[in-house]
């Protein structure tokens, strides 16, 4: 089993940036695929990136895609999600998520995570 905690959210004005990072504790982080998922009340948990284990490959949802990057250090068991020039549209409770799948996985799939954080707000006004 694998503990997530996500830290970096937080309150921002549009055209901002903000870190997210996603620190793991339990088994070393290399062992997953990793993601980031956000919901805001009333709405779905949506994906919105994904990296596979070895860093080597990544998914984007469109609505981020050339803002947002996903990246991982294993070294340091730590995901982080940057994002850049964000939206009041990014507004959500942001959760990483580990999927033990496949080497070169980047799954879209809530059902293939096995693991979630606790989440992190980010709130982006106008």
């Known amino acids: 089993q694998v503990q997530l905690v996500e830290a970096g959210g937080g309150l921002v004005q549009a055209g901002a940036s903000l870190r997210l990072s996603c620190a793991a504790s339990?088994?070393?982080?290399?062992?997953?695929?990793m993601g980031w998922f956000r919901q805001t009340p009333g709405k779905e948990r949506e994906i919105v990136a994904a990296?596979?284990?070895?860093?080597?490959?990544?998914y984007y949802v469109d609505l981020v895609k050339g803002r947002f990057t996903i990246s991982r250090d294993n070294a340091k068991n730590t995901v982080y999600l940057q994002m850049n020039l964000l939206k009041p549209e990014d507004t959500a409770v942001y959760y990483c998520?580990?999927?033990?799948?496949?080497?070169?996985?980047?799954?879209?799939?809530?059902?293939?995570?096995?693991?979630w954080g606790q989440g992190t707000q980010v709130t982006v006004s106008s």
């Open positions: 998520a580990a999927d033990s799948g496949s080497y070169y996985r980047t799954s879209r799939i809530i059902s293939d995570y096995d693991y």
């Open positions: 339990g088994r070393t982080l290399s062992s997953y695929a």
């Open positions: 990296i596979s284990r070895s860093g080597g490959y990544t």
